[in-house]
């Protein structure tokens, strides 16, 4: 069974930055999408950003301009840099891998506080 680890969460304040990472544990085959979510307390989870086999990727509005998401060559981990961080993304932030097989990969999440 592959895990999927996230570091780099924490806290930091209004304006700056963190860069988010998620290890997978093994080598994923046939990965169709790699995403970043996120759930804020008493609100539903939502999709952060995404990056597809073909290295498209897709952004919420709420972070266009201010989040990158990015992967290695080997596809083993992906990145989420955050930068103009505000207060309302706040929030427990996983990472996602799924396969063209059905295979739906989450991890166990890292939280991200930002301060005002």
């Known amino acids: 069974q592959v895990q999927l680890v996230e570091s780099g969460g924490g806290l930091v304040q209004a304006g700056g930055s963190l860069r988010l990472s998620c290890a997978a544990s093994?080598?994923?085959?046939?990965?169709?999408?790699m995403g970043w979510y996120r759930q804020a307390p008493g609100k539903q989870p939502e999709l952060v950003a995404s990056i597809t086999h073909s290295g498209s990727t897709n952004y919420a509005d709420s972070v266009k301009g201010r989040f990158t998401i990015s992967r290695d060559n080997a596809w083993n981990t992906m990145y989420l840099q955050m930068n103009s961080l505000k207060p309302e993304d706040t929030a427990v932030y996983y990472c996602?891998?799924?396969?063209?097989?059905?295979?739906?990969?989450w991890g166990q999440g890292t939280q991200v506080t930002v301060s005002s």
């Open positions: 093994r080598s994923i085959s046939n990965i169709n999408t």
């Open positions: 996602r891998v799924t396969t063209t097989l059905a295979d739906d990969h």
